[in-house]
Nanobody
Framework: VQLQASGGGLVQAGDSLKLSCAAS????????MGWFRQAPGKEREFVAA????????NYADSVKGRFTISRDNGKNTAYLQMNSLKPEDTALYYC????????????????????WGQGTLVTVSS
């Protein structure tokens, strides 16, 4: 599956952004989806994950209560709504897809994702 992330930009602290991840090439609804981010000089870290049907989600503690992951299988797109952004949220954000044999499977580690988007840059100024 090919993934195209978009929606990044430069915002001020406290603002909101919504990232999109458009998928093509395979049956999107068979894949669990995730968002990761990598800040300059840091390792890539998990942000959020969602099951293939969208019923279950999981978040990193650092974004819990501020970010919401969702998906629209009819549009082959996953989303990351980011509210109350902080300067420490500044990073390159990647979406990823993992084949999920079962509808309740969450994939939380980067090594378990097979497909990655190109990344979209989010910069939060103070």
């Amino acid at each position: 599956v090919q993934l195209q992330a978009s929606g990044g930009g430069l915002v001020q602290a406290g603002d909101s952004l919504k990232l999109s991840c458009a998928a093509s090439g395979r049956t999107f609804s068979l894949y669990a989806m995730g968002w990761f981010r990598q800040a300059p000089g840091k390792e890539r870290e998990f942000v959020a994950a969602i099951t293939r049907g969208g019923a279950t989600t999981n978040y990193a503690d650092s974004v819990k209560g501020r970010f919401t992951i969702s998906r629209d299988n009819g549009k082959n797109t996953a989303y990351l709504q980011m509210n109350s952004l902080k300067p420490e949220d500044t990073a390159l954000y990647y979406c990823a897809a993992a084949p999920a044999r079962l509808p309740f499977m969450l994939v939380l580690t980067a090594k378990d994702y097979d497909f990655w988007g190109q990344g979209t840059l989010v910069t939060v100024s103070s």
